[in-house]
Protein backbone atom coordinates (compact mmCIF):
# COMPACT_ATOMS: atom_id res chain seq x y z
CA UNK A 1 0.00 0.00 0.00
CA UNK A 2 0.87 3.39 -1.34
CA UNK A 3 4.26 2.31 -3.33
CA UNK A 4 2.62 3.76 -6.62
CA UNK A 5 -0.63 5.56 -7.01
CA UNK A 6 -3.29 3.19 -7.64
CA UNK A 7 -5.12 5.53 -10.50
CA UNK A 8 -2.13 3.96 -12.53
CA UNK A 9 -1.95 0.66 -12.10
CA UNK A 10 -4.40 -1.49 -14.49
CA UNK A 11 -4.01 -5.31 -15.74
CA UNK A 12 -1.46 -4.22 -18.07
CA UNK A 13 0.29 -2.63 -15.59
CA UNK A 14 0.45 -5.84 -13.39
CA UNK A 15 1.02 -8.11 -16.09
CA UNK A 16 4.21 -6.38 -16.90
CA UNK A 17 5.16 -5.88 -13.15
CA UNK A 18 4.48 -9.97 -13.40
CA UNK A 19 6.90 -10.38 -16.56
CA UNK A 20 9.11 -8.17 -14.71
CA UNK A 21 9.35 -10.12 -11.07
CA UNK A 22 9.89 -13.28 -13.51
CA UNK A 23 12.48 -12.45 -15.67
CA UNK A 24 14.52 -11.23 -12.26
CA UNK A 25 14.10 -14.09 -10.89
CA UNK A 26 15.43 -16.32 -13.87
CA UNK A 27 18.40 -14.13 -14.21
CA UNK A 28 19.45 -14.30 -10.89
CA UNK A 29 18.39 -17.72 -10.79
CA UNK A 30 20.85 -18.68 -13.93
CA UNK A 31 23.68 -16.08 -12.70
CA UNK A 32 23.44 -18.19 -9.42
CA UNK A 33 22.75 -14.98 -7.40
CA UNK A 34 20.24 -14.92 -4.60
CA UNK A 35 17.62 -12.87 -4.76
CA UNK A 36 13.67 -12.19 -2.76
CA UNK A 37 10.93 -13.11 -5.08
CA UNK A 38 8.26 -10.36 -3.34
CA UNK A 39 11.31 -7.97 -3.48
CA UNK A 40 11.21 -8.75 -7.52
CA UNK A 41 7.62 -8.53 -7.44
CA UNK A 42 7.53 -4.61 -5.75
CA UNK A 43 10.41 -3.86 -8.43
CA UNK A 44 8.25 -5.26 -11.19
CA UNK A 45 5.63 -2.95 -9.96
CA UNK A 46 7.47 0.23 -9.35
CA UNK A 47 8.83 -0.70 -12.94
CA UNK A 48 5.52 -1.13 -14.62
CA UNK A 49 4.28 2.07 -13.65
CA UNK A 50 7.79 3.95 -14.44
CA UNK A 51 7.01 2.37 -17.71
CA UNK A 52 3.11 3.18 -17.99
CA UNK A 53 4.19 6.42 -17.36
CA UNK A 54 6.77 7.13 -20.14
CA UNK A 55 4.41 5.29 -22.25
CA UNK A 56 1.86 8.20 -21.63
CA UNK A 57 4.34 10.48 -21.82
CA UNK A 58 6.57 9.75 -25.23
CA UNK A 59 4.02 7.32 -26.70
CA UNK A 60 3.77 3.45 -26.20
CA UNK A 61 5.24 3.16 -30.02
CA UNK A 62 8.24 5.13 -29.15
CA UNK A 63 8.88 3.18 -25.93
CA UNK A 64 8.56 0.36 -27.33
CA UNK A 65 11.35 1.16 -29.83
CA UNK A 66 13.83 2.56 -27.01
CA UNK A 67 13.06 -1.29 -25.28
CA UNK A 68 13.69 -3.39 -28.21
CA UNK A 69 16.74 -1.25 -28.35
CA UNK A 70 17.78 -2.13 -24.66
CA UNK A 71 16.91 -5.67 -24.85
CA UNK A 72 18.71 -6.37 -27.89
CA UNK A 73 21.94 -4.67 -26.53
CA UNK A 74 21.67 -7.03 -23.04
CA UNK A 75 21.61 -9.91 -25.15
CA UNK A 76 24.61 -9.25 -27.48
CA UNK A 77 26.58 -8.25 -23.88
CA UNK A 78 24.84 -11.30 -22.01
CA UNK A 79 26.55 -13.47 -25.30
CA UNK A 80 29.65 -11.99 -25.13
CA UNK A 81 29.65 -12.32 -21.36
CA UNK A 82 28.96 -16.79 -21.76
CA UNK A 83 32.02 -18.54 -20.68
CA UNK A 84 33.51 -20.84 -23.41
CA UNK A 85 34.19 -24.19 -22.77
CA UNK A 86 38.11 -24.36 -23.45
CA UNK A 87 40.74 -26.55 -22.26
CA UNK A 88 43.38 -25.12 -20.53
CA UNK A 89 46.51 -24.43 -21.87
CA UNK A 90 48.75 -27.29 -22.08
CA UNK A 91 46.53 -30.05 -21.66
CA UNK A 92 45.83 -32.46 -24.94
CA UNK A 93 41.78 -32.87 -25.90
CA UNK A 94 41.60 -36.40 -26.77
CA UNK A 95 38.33 -38.20 -28.06
CA UNK A 96 39.01 -41.49 -27.02
CA UNK A 97 37.18 -42.51 -24.42
CA UNK A 98 38.06 -45.77 -21.71
CA UNK A 99 36.44 -49.11 -22.24
Not at 21 to 31: E, G, K, M, S, V
Not at 40 to 61: D, E, F, N, S, Y
Amino acid sequence: KGIVEAGVVDQHVIFGALIGAIFWNLITWWRGIPSSSSHALIGGIVGAVIAAIVALLIGATALMSALTYGIERFFEWQLKQAPTATAPAGTQVSSHRPT
